[in-house]
């Protein structure tokens, strides 16, 4: 809801519209559809990505804090906090 210029509240639909077909010729409507299907790729790509840092994998943080690749300390501004870096070689 929001509030409209004449001060009364005013409803905003979530859905999405129904009528969204690409307009144009058939070259327009066939990039839109590779574009999309390059974004879910693209999507794919980062999911698949994130998955491989969440959840951390313990035996890798173990095995990174004993090769000293990793330090890990307090924050001085919030000392409910931890801080950990983490080095690549």
Same mark, same amino acid.
């Given at each position: %809801?929001?509030?409209?210029? &004449? ?11 129904? #009528? ?20 879910? &790729?693209?999507?794919?790509? %980062? ?9 951390? &994998?313990? &035996? ?8 000293? #690749?990793?330090? %890990? ?17």
């Amino acid at each position: %809801m929001r509030v409209g210029p &004449d001060g009364k509240q005013q409803k905003t639909s979530l859905d999405p519209p129904t #009528n969204a077909q690409p307009e144009g010729g058939r070259l327009k409507k066939r990039i839109v559809e590779k574009k999309k299907e390059e974004y879910k &790729d693209y999507a794919d790509q %980062m999911k698949t990505l994130a998955q491989q840092y969440v959840p951390p &994998d313990k &035996d890798k943080l173990q095995q990174a804090y004993q090769q000293a #690749n990793i330090t %890990m300390g307090s924050v001085p501004e919030n000392p409910k906090a931890v801080s950990s870096t983490l080095r690549t070689t």
